[in-house]
């Protein structure tokens, strides 16, 4: 599978932005997709993902409320749906798929298959 993310760009803050990670290859109805951040300076860190075990989003503490992960089989596309965007979420967004079972499809080493390129998101006034 091969993955690629875009919808990334410079945006005021308050507003949102949905990105989209398009996959080619293998359907993605049964893999664990994850989106996966990271700022300059800063490590990554997972904003959210989809269980290949259940099916279901999961989110970090600190990223709930803002950000929802979704899933088009029809058109092998994820998404990310970014709300209220800050200053703060101005980072590298990539997305990530693996087939196998994961019990924390928050960790970016649960990811082998397929990374896709970054999309940058940038906040500001």
């Known amino acids: 599978v091969q993955l690629q993310a875009s919808g990334g760009g410079s945006v005021q803050p308050g507003k949102s932005l949905t990105l989209s990670c398009a996959a080619s290859?293998?359907?993605?109805?049964?893999?664990?997709i994850g989106w996966f951040r990271q700022a300059p300076g800063k490590e990554r860190e997972g904003v959210s993902c989809i269980s290949s075990i259940d099916g279901l989003p999961y989110y970090p503490q600190s990223m709930k409320g803002r950000f929802t992960i979704s899933r088009d089989n029809a058109k092998n596309t994820a998404y990310l749906q970014i709300r209220s965007l800050k200053p703060e979420d101005t980072a590298t967004y990539y997305c990530?798929?693996?087939?196998?079972?994961?019990?924390?499809?928050?960790?970016?080493?649960?990811?082998?298959?397929?990374w896709g390129k970054g999309t940058q998101v940038t906040v500001s006034s």
């Open positions: 290859g293998p359907t993605l109805d049964y893999y664990a």
């Open positions: 990530a798929a693996d087939h196998r079972y994961t019990d924390n499809c928050l960790d970016a080493a649960s990811y082998r298959d397929a």
